[in-house]
């Protein structure tokens, strides 16, 4: 649905100011891969705040907190 939703937007882009929308195609694979390492960065701070919660919790597990 997010697929469809988008296409649709960038042909009206397309209809309404075609050189833009042939900007955002050139350029959005860029900007795609500029974000992966960010994306990388998120994952991995999230694992290790998961970490964290479970190890501060552990002991309250333990105890049958």
Not at 49 to 65: C, K, Q, S, V
């Amino acid at each position: 649905m997010r697929t469809l939703l988008v296409a649709v937007l960038w042909c009206l882009l397309l209809v309404a100011c075609w050189p833009l929308a042939l900007l955002v195609l050139v350029l959005w694979p860029i900007l795609w891969l500029l974000s992966l390492p960010l994306r990388a960065v998120g994952l991995v701070v999230g694992g290790v705040f998961d970490l964290l919660r479970a190890l501060l919790g552990l002991p309250a597990r333990l105890l049958g907190g």
